[in-house]
């Protein structure tokens, strides 16, 4: 049974720093592309950021390109996200999400693209 668990959420001031970290069982990670997406209350899921099987290829979306990166340790089955420079914009519930593949670079970012998702946590950023 697939398993995604985050953790690493909390409350942060506007300017400051989180990392999110994805906990992946019943699966081989190596073999899946992953994905962060966010929840705001009111607002459908986004896009975040996601990583290919191999971690070679990796995709923002443009409200957080240059401050937040995304990696994975595939030995490790997990992958994480560093949030830096973070704004109340941010805030929500962030999901990591993960999907088979077989090309090892593709990454999707769509949420329909995704098979797995974990519960979520939540990031709260105050100005």
């Known amino acids: 049974q697939v398993q995604l668990v985050e953790s690493g959420g909390g409350l942060v001031q506007a300017g400051g720093s989180l990392r999110l970290s994805c906990a992946a069982s019943?699966?081989?990670?190596?073999?899946?592309?992953m994905g962060w997406f966010r929840q705001a209350p009111g607002k459908e899921r986004e896009f975040v950021s996601g990583?290919?099987?191999?971690?070679?290829?990796?995709y923002y979306a443009d409200s957080v390109k240059g401050r937040f990166t995304i990696f994975r340790d595939n030995a490790e089955n997990t992958v994480s996200l560093q949030m830096n420079s973070l704004k109340p914009e941010d805030a929500a519930f962030y999901y990591c999400?993960?999907?088979?593949?077989?090309?090892?670079?593709?990454?999707?970012?769509?949420?329909?693209?995704?098979?797995?998702w974990g519960q979520g946590t939540q990031v709260t950023v105050s100005s």
């Open positions: 999400a993960a999907s088979f593949v077989v090309n090892y670079y593709t990454v999707y970012r769509q949420p329909n693209d995704y098979t797995y």
């Open positions: 019943g699966l081989t990670s190596s073999t899946y592309t």
């Open positions: 990583i290919s099987r191999s971690g070679t290829r990796t």
